[in-house]
T-cell receptor, first 115, second 111 residues
Framework: DGGITQSPKYLFRKEGQNVTLSCEQN?????MYWYRQDPGQGLRLIYY???????QKGDIAEGYSVSREKKESFPLTVTSAQKNPTAFYLC??????????????FGPGTRLTVL | GIQVEQSPPDLILQEGANSTLRCNFS?????LQWFHQNPWGQLINLFY???GTKQNGRLSATTVATERYSLLYISSSQTTDSGVYFC?????????????FGSGTKLNVKP
């Protein structure tokens, strides 16, 4: 089955630690995204990547880093510089084609809690 | 920047009632999606609807791109319809892979 997987589902981190959230897709999509959602709030874009080895900052990139070495994978690292990292993190992917069909699909999310 | 506004922010319905959710955008749309976020946080794709009308069971959606809005209709609501509904549109044409989300409509369907 095609889809997007995220791991782990739940993650607990001590203050001062870096953690990496995994996102893998087998939809053959070029573009991938990371969003952050705080309780009762909407989605905010952290980073996105339109193609392998390229990525752009979203609206709240400070304290986060990403890599895109493979088309299928877009891991997100939450660094110790992120002041309030406790949140729900969603990964998504979409096709690349300008002016044509471009639908975004989401993974199940990772809940990160800083202890 | 591009604005996406959803209304109402909260909605409480009795099971069996109908409802209409609205999504307004600040410029012409070339891509619009509706999502349902279930209680476990998963975003489920409901409609990809840059223009026109689509129906899927009890749900239907209409986008009027020239007037910059989209509507999501839920008929004969069920408790499983509860959750948050988001609309999102793609930016473009120069940054066409960035999506903008509304703040959502939180729906609570009571038995």
């Amino acid at each position: 089955d095609g889809g997007i997987t995220q791991s782990p589902k739940y993650l607990f981190r001590k203050e001062g630690q870096n953690v990496t959230l995994s996102c893998e897709q087998n939809l053959n999509h070029d573009a991938m995204y990371w969003y952050r959602q705080d309780p009762g709030q909407g989605l905010r874009l952290i980073y996105y990547s339109q193609i392998v080895n390229d990525f752009q900052k979203g609206d709240i990139a400070e304290g986060y880093s990403v890599s895109r070495e493979k088309k299928e994978s877009f891991p997100l690292t939450v660094t110790s510089a992120q002041k309030n990292p406790t949140a729900f993190y969603l990964c998504a992917s979409s096709t690349q084609y300008q002016g044509t069909y471009n639908e975004q699909f989401f993974g199940p999310g990772t809940r990160l809690t800083v202890l | 920047g591009i604005q996406v506004e959803q209304s109402p922010p909260d909605l409480i319905l009795q099971e069996g009632a109908n409802s209409t959710l609205r999504c307004n955008f600040s410029d012409s749309v070339n891509n619009l999606q509706w999502f349902h976020q279930n209680p476990w946080g998963q975003l489920i794709n409901l409609f990809y609807i840059p223009s026109g009308t689509k129906q899927n069971g009890r749900l239907s959606a209409t986008t009027v791109a020239t007037e910059r809005y989209s509507l999501l209709y839920i008929s004969s609501s069920q408790t499983t319809d509860s959750g948050v509904y988001f609309c999102a549109r793609r930016s473009g044409p120069y940054n066409f892979n960035k999506f903008y989300f509304g703040s959502g409509t939180k729906l609570n369907v009571k038995p």
